[in-house]
C-alpha cells in the first residue's frame, strides 16, 4: 500500500465513535435510509461500538456521502467518515461488492464508472453532441498505483473469482 494512504484501523473508528449516545438522529436524516433501511448510520456506530467490528452486512455502500448524518449528530460525531472508512476496511479485506468492484475497474480502464456504450455514442452523434471526452487511462491507472487502489480492487477481483468458483 502506498504510504500516503492513511489506514485508519478499528481502534480508530472506536475512538471516534466513543461520543455516541444512540440518539438516532442520524438514521432519522438519512435520505438513504427513507427508501433504503438497510443503511442506518446509527446501527453501524453501535456494531462499532459495542460489538468492536465492522458490520459484515455491507449496508455502509449504500452510503451517499451527502453529510447530513454528519450536520445533525448532536455529538459531532464524523458519521460520513466513519462510514467511509468502514468501506475502506471491507474493501482492503476483499469484501467490496461486485458492483463496486466492477465500477472501480471500469473507472481504472476508462475514467468514468460506467462504460461509454456504442448506443450513447450513437444517440449523442444523433442529437448533435459532442463526443464524450476519454480520461486518459495511463494518467488513471497511475493514480490507481499511487494511492494504493490498485492492489486493493485486484485483491477483490482475486476474492470475487475464488467465490464464483
Ligand atoms: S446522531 Fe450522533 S449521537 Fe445520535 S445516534 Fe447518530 S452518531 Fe450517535
Ligand atoms: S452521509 Fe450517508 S449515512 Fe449520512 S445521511 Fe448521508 S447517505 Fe445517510
Redesign the pocket.
Known amino acids: 500500500m502506498a504510504d500516503n494512504v492513511q489506514d485508519l484501523t478499528l481502534e480508530d473508528l472506536k475512538e471516534r ?1 466513543r ?9 432519522s ?1 438519512c435520505p438513504v435510509f427513507r427508501v433504503a433501511p438497510e443503511l442506518n ?2 446501527v453501524s ?2 456494531s462499532i461500538i459495542t460489538r468492536g467490528e465492522v458490520p459484515r452486512e455491507g449496508n455502509e455502500w449504500l452510503c451517499a456521502y451527502c453529510l447530513m ?1 454528519d450536520q ?6 464524523s ?1 460520513a467518515e466513519i462510514l467511509m472508512e468502514i468501506k475502506n476496511i471491507s474493501a482492503r479485506e476483499g469484501k467490496a461488492p461486485p458492483d463496486v468492484i466492477d465500477s472501480a475497474q471500469s473507472l481504472m480502464q476508462d475514467g468514468c464508472l460506467s462504460p461509454i456504450s456504442s448506443r450513447s455514442e450513437k444517440i449523442r452523434a444523433e442529437l448533435g453532441l459532442p463526443e464524450l471526452p476519454r480520461a486518459n487511462s495511463s494518467d488513471v491507472l497511475k493514480l490507481f498505483k499511487a494511492t494504493g487502489a490498485f492492489e486493493v480492487l485486484e485483491a477483490n477481483k482475486d476474492k470475487q473469482e475464488e467465490a464464483s468458483e
Open positions: 465513535a461520543p455516541c449516545f444512540q440518539c438516532g438522529i442520524c438514521t436524516s448510520p446509527r456506530v453501535d448524518c445533525r449528530c448532536p455529538m459531532g460525531v458519521l
